[in-house]
T-cell receptor
């Protein structure tokens, strides 16, 4: 079945550590997105990529980095510069014009700073 | 920049009754899409319904329907014959046709179904 796989489901980070969240899709979608979800704030866009080897900052990119070396993969690194990283992270994808039909979402990663 | 506002953080409804969730948005664009997503306790985002801005007819998907008022920039979701499985967070979202196609979400409404 085609879909988006996010791993791990739960992730714990110590203060000062970088961590990488994985997002893989087998939908042959061109565009991929990372959102952060906090209680009462909905989903906020961190980074997005519309094509391989290219990506753009979203609304809350500070403290995060991404890469898009393969069409299928769009990993998100939460760096030590992100002051409040505890949140639920959602990866999504869309295929050009079919974005008009909405995104396909992964099942999310819950990141907790310990 | 587009903004989406859901003014009801929480709503509750009796099972089998009808409930309406509100959403307003702000944009200067004329061509766009609007969506309602459901996020149950599993936290998987599920597309409920979509509306094309250039279509005057309101979208309907089984028990789910929308009231799209383009001039008022309003996009409410009506759930008829509410079921226990409808309990979830509901997010309204906006997608601009032009430029980078980024979904902009509202803050969400938590819907509780009372048996």
């Amino acid at each position: 079945d085609g879909g988006i796989t996010q791993s791990p489901k739960y992730l714990f980070r110590k203060e000062g550590q970088n961590v990488t969240l994985s997002c893989e899709q087998n939908l042959n979608h061109d565009a991929m997105y990372w959102y952060r979800q906090d209680p009462g704030q909905g989903l906020r866009l961190i980074y997005y990529s519309q094509i391989v080897n290219d990506f753009q900052k979203g609304d809350i990119a500070e403290g995060y980095s991404v890469s898009r070396e393969k069409k299928e993969s769009f990993p998100l690194t939460v760096t030590s510069a992100q002051k409040n990283p505890t949140a639920f992270y959602l990866c999504a994808s869309s295929s050009g014009p079919s974005a008009n039909y909405g995104y396909t979402f992964g099942s999310g990663t819950r990141l907790t700073v310990v | 920049a587009q903004t989406v506002t859901q003014s009801q953080p929480e709503m509750s409804v009796q099972e089998a009754e009808t409930v309406t969730l509100s959403c307003t948005y702000d944009t200067s664009e004329s061509d766009y899409y609007l969506f309602w997503y459901k996020q149950p306790p599993s936290r998987q985002m599920i597309l409920v319904i979509r509306q094309e801005a250039y279509k005057q007819q309101n979208a309907t998907e089984n028990r789910f329907s929308v009231n799209f008022q383009k001039a008022a920039k309003s996009f409410s979701l009506k759930i008829s014959d509410s079921q226990l499985g409808d309990a979830a967070m509901y997010f309204c979202a906006f997608l601009n046709v032009q430029g980078a196609q980024k979904l902009v979400f509202g803050q969400g409404t938590r819907l509780t179904i009372n048996p």
